[in-house]
């Protein structure tokens, strides 16, 4: 089975785009880049011209000898088998951060070849942007891939329920048919989180053991790429700033604490590894918002943060929670503090904001989970994991700065009043349509 990505709308703005330059697609290892990109060829393309550096290592030669792109173009050509059109053919080079030389050989598509549709991807690609000097800035685009969201995951589990979701034009109760299934399926989606391959095993072939087994293999990969691409002297502290996730989140205040990563840990000795799992797409820093003014980042507090997961499935996994609470009501959302809660609407919130989310404190009387701009809006969101929605926090802010919407995620339903904005938490890939829709009413 394949999940439909959003990200095909981006994809497609790319290719139809008169500005056009040659694609580099970063996410994270298992977010399903490769699918993505053979998929969108196959539904766009006469041709799909695909070329893996990893597979492939003699291709190297053909861009560590020249600069000559009809050279190469030829040569790349004998391999496909067949002449690369440049309208009708995309070209793909998949674990392009094993040829830095094909990396900048996309300065020269762009410069002598636009008309051919170039993209990029590899795993850690955004270890090696942020290493090589000799990279072509300015002559590609970029596009980020994330694990599968909800929305996408309902897709393929449920077609019908996504539709109706989508079909959502106004704040009014969801009737309880679509509610309870919405909320059975919400937890299915806990159990797998958005990886591709632990979401095919749990949606397709209903085997919760092979999902569990998929997410553990991911997690052993990760701590393999720690040991073969990070630089010697930070393996281990990467090893320990990742296996802390689980701790620094289980904690009523999940400010990032370096004695919790290990005892006597000071912070100048762990900032490359945080910038190294940052980079590579595996962590999401949250930085406290000392003021929630525009624009946000103008007022970070860079030295309190949160760390998260890049997945709410890897979470759980990592933090040995065992899928039977599926089963057992609502424990699933609310075990754990309510990490894997918060941790999957961070990660419905991202993709949907150009400015990450902050999170705000005030002197130990209250604490919003994030804030996020958008448009002229500071919005303040409080996440809660059942459907118990009583929040001094967010009441202590609204007296404090008189916001003009504030959002609730929880699992009541969908409710407009007094400009709170309750979203059920199955609904966070719809953020921003929901703000547009309430901003709109009042």
């Not at 600069?67 to 067949?82: A, E, F, M, P, W």
């Not at 946000?296 to 996994?317: E, N, P, Q, T």
């Not at 604490?367 to 409080?382: G, S």
Request: include cysteine; proline fraction near 5%; glycine fraction near 4%.
């Amino acid at each position: 089975m394949y999940f439909k990505r959003n990200i095909t709308k981006q994809l497609l703005e790319w290719k139809n785009s008169p500005f056009r330059k040659p694609l580099v697609l970063k996410g994270a290892r298992q977010v399903g880049k490769t699918t993505v990109l053979k998929e969108f060829g196959a539904n766009n393309f006469k041709d799909t011209a695909y070329f893996n550096f990893e597979e492939q290592p003699e291709l190297k030669q053909f861009f560590e000898n020249t600069k000559d792109i009809k050279r190469v173009l030829q040569n790349l050509s004998l391999v496909h088998g067949k002449a690369i059109d440049p309208v009708r053919t995309i070209i793909i080079f998949d674990e392009i951060q094993e040829c830095n030389e094909a990396l900048n050989m996309l300065k020269y598509f762009n410069e002598n070849a636009p008309e051919y549709c170039v993209v990029a991807a590899g795993s850690l690609l955004g270890i090696y942007l942020g290493k090589e000097s000799s990279f072509p800035v300015g002559k590609v685009d970029f596009i980020n891939i994330y694990p599968l969201t909800f929305s996408e995951f309902l897709g393929g589990a449920q077609q019908e329920l996504l539709a109706y979701l989508e079909s959502i034009d106004r704040i009014e109760i969801i009737p309880d048919i679509f509610f309870n299934n919405l909320v059975q399926k919400f937890k299915m989606y806990f159990i797998s989180g958005g990886m591709p391959e632990a979401a095919k095993s749990l949606v397709e072939e209903q085997n919760i053991s092979l999902s569990d087994r998929n997410l553990k293999n991911i997690l052993n990969a990760y701590s393999l790429d720690f040991s073969h691409h990070a630089s010697y002297k930070d393996i281990a502290k990467i090893n320990y700033v990742w296996d802390s996730i689980p701790s620094q989140l289980g904690r009523e205040n999940k400010k990032f604490l370096y004695q919790t990563v290990r005892p006597g840990a000071r912070a100048r000795e762990y900032e490359d590894a945080l910038r190294w799992l940052s980079q590579a797409g595996l962590v999401y820093r949250v930085n406290r918002c000392k003021k929630p003014a525009l624009p946000i980042s103008a007022y970070d507090d860079l030295a309190a943060f949160k760390l998260y997961s890049l997945d709410v499935g890897l979470l759980r996994r990592q933090s040995y929670l065992d899928p039977i609470s599926f089963k057992e009501g609502n424990r699933l959302f609310t075990e754990f503090k309510g990490s894997l809660t918060e941790n999957f609407v961070l990660q419905s919130l991202i993709p949907q904001f150009d400015a990450p989310p902050r999170y705000w404190t005030s002197e130990g009387k209250a604490e919003i989970d994030f804030l996020i701009q958008y448009k002229d809006y500071i919005i303040p969101i409080e996440v809660k994991s059942d459907e118990n929605i009583r929040s001094k926090s967010l009441a202590y802010y609204n007296k404090l700065f008189v916001p003009g919407l504030r959002i609730r995620f929880s699992l009541r339903n969908l409710d407009y009043n007094e400009g709170l904005i309750n979203i059920p938490l199955f609904m966070a890939d719809f953020t921003s349509k929901l703000i547009d829709i309430t901003t709109k009413e009042v």
